[in-house]
């Protein structure tokens, strides 16, 4: 059996639509709470978030050339 989308996984397992799921997701690692209870995980998942924000201002403004 192949495993289901991450989104239908969110659905079925946490209840949550995907659009939700990404808002608490966010919320969290903004909280000094999370950042005390697991510095790694929440410093990655910052450090990626962070990375598909500039990937996504850059494939907007065309600055992406040449670097």
């Known amino acids: 059996m192949l495993p289901a989308p991450k989104s239908a996984g969110i659905r079925e397992h946490l209840h949550l639509s995907p659009t939700r799921y990404y808002r608490l997701l ?5 909280d000094p709470d999370a950042l005390v ?5 929440v410093h ?9 924000r500039r990937a996504r201002f850059v494939g907007r403004t065309g600055l992406g050339h040449g670097r």
């Open 26 to 30: 966010n919320a969290l690692l903004d």
């Open 37 to 41: 209870y697991d510095p790694l995980v």
């Open 44 to 52: 990655r998942l910052r450090r990626m978030r962070l990375q598909r």
